[in-house]
């Protein structure tokens, strides 16, 4: 696949800022820019940013107007994205982002206009592809996994004894909340004391606000029973954790320093993902597949093929839609009742 084109990043004019402050007329206040803010997700504006750079900067190698943007720069756009191999995800995103920067100035959307949405209707049907999706890690990888997770900390240091690996402890607890629970990455980053509470069957985690439930207009509850084993329990595996690491309030995944000390930092959510993979790894696993997503993916995966409905299935992971846990276990599917099986070949 060729590389997209480059872009330099600017600072000139409307081409640099970000498409939040590009308001018409009067500036917000600091009241203002703060409920601006708050009508779109963190992880979204953040895109919109990176989008609207990427966006403004190639207009500046092409000596066009990305603010108003005419129709014409939109598809040159376009076209050239989908000529260097950009995904139609990416490029689908990019249209947001630019969308957006124009809504913000109150502005005709460039968007819809009838020439970009005919070229786009055709990248899509041209460069269309199933989305890349997360390997489910489920059982029985899962416990090689967590079997994989270090649990002693041994200094090189003479004469310092060993102590438990913080590290380990925090990796079983997020492998097995992340999979039990089915939590977004992002849910697993801003997890906090105060949303953890006891029941008589094990824990229930209290999600003010979710991908599906950004204006926390609804409070989610989430269940994590104890187990049988010990050892595949995410109740004792966070209990054991935040023991460890003294962790009473504040968030309950956090990095961990090289002196085996846990800091007082959340987990950013993309590093939710490097240390899934790292966890993968340290099983003889081949990593590419996975993702922090996995987990999720493996819960809805493996519940199906315990004989779980889609119903009991969404009630855990709070899907809105029963059709979109079909994704999921596709593959899985796929090999059920088919008389393909069964030629006997």
């Known amino acids: 696949m060729s590389r997209l084109p480059a872009v330099a990043a600017t ?28 009508a779109r997700a963190a992880n979204t504006l953040r895109g919109y940013r990176s989008d609207w750079r990427e ?8 000596d066009l107007e990305p603010m108003a943007a005419a129709p014409a720069t939109v598809t040159g756009y376009l076209s050239d994205l989908a000529r260097h191999g950009a995904k139609v995800g990416t490029m689908s995103r990019r249209l947001s982002a630019i969308k957006f920067a124009h809504q ?57 004894p060993d102590e438990p690996d913080l590290a380990g402890a925090r990796d079983r607890a997020l492998l097995l ?30 999600l003010p606000r979710s991908k599906t439930n950004q204006t926390g207009e609804k409070v989610e509850l989430v269940v994590l029973p104890r187990a049988g084993n010990p050892a595949r329990c995410p109740v004792t595996s966070l209990t054991h954790w935040c023991q460890l690491a003294g962790i009473t309030d504040g968030p309950v995944f956090r990095a961990v320093g ?9 987990l950013h959510p993309e590093s939710i993902n490097t240390l899934v993979q790292k966890a993968v790894t340290r099983a003889g ?13 493996g819960f809805v995966t493996y519940a ?12 855990q992971t709070r899907h809105r839609s029963l059709a979109t846990l079909g994704a999921y276990v596709r593959v899985q599917q796929a090999w059920t009742d088919n008389a393909a099986t069964t030629l006997g070949l």
Not at 55 to 60: E, G, I, Q, Y
Not at 260 to 266: H, Q, T
Not at 285 to 297: K, V
Request: proline share 8%.
């Open 11 to 38: 600072t000139d004019g409307d081409q640099g800022q970000d498409p939040v402050a590009l308001l018409d007329a009067v500036p917000l206040t600091p009241d203002e820019a703060e409920y601006v803010e708050a």
């Open 55 to 62: 966006f403004a900067s190639w207009c500046t190698q092409h």
């Open 285 to 297: 696993m081949d990593a590419g597949p996975y993702s922090a997503h996995s987990l999720r993916a």
């Open 304 to 315: 199906h093929l315990r004989g779980a409905s889609d119903r009991a299935i969404a009630h």
């Open 177 to 206: 909340v992340g999979f039990v629970a089915a939590l977004r990455r992002s849910e697993l980053a801003v997890l906090t004391v105060d949303q953890v509470a006891e029941h008589p069957n094990g824990l229930v985690l209290t």
């Open 258 to 266: 090289k002196d085996n000390k846990a800091r007082d930092r959340a």
């Open 104 to 160: 913000m100035r109150n502005l005709s959307d460039p968007t819809r206009n009838a020439r970009v949405v005919a070229v786009w209707e055709g990248i899509r049907r041209t460069h269309g592809a199933p989305p890349d999706q997360a390997a489910p890690l489920m059982p029985p990888e899962l416990f090689d996994v967590l079997d994989a997770c270090p649990a002693t900390k041994a200094w090189r240091t003479p004469g310092r």
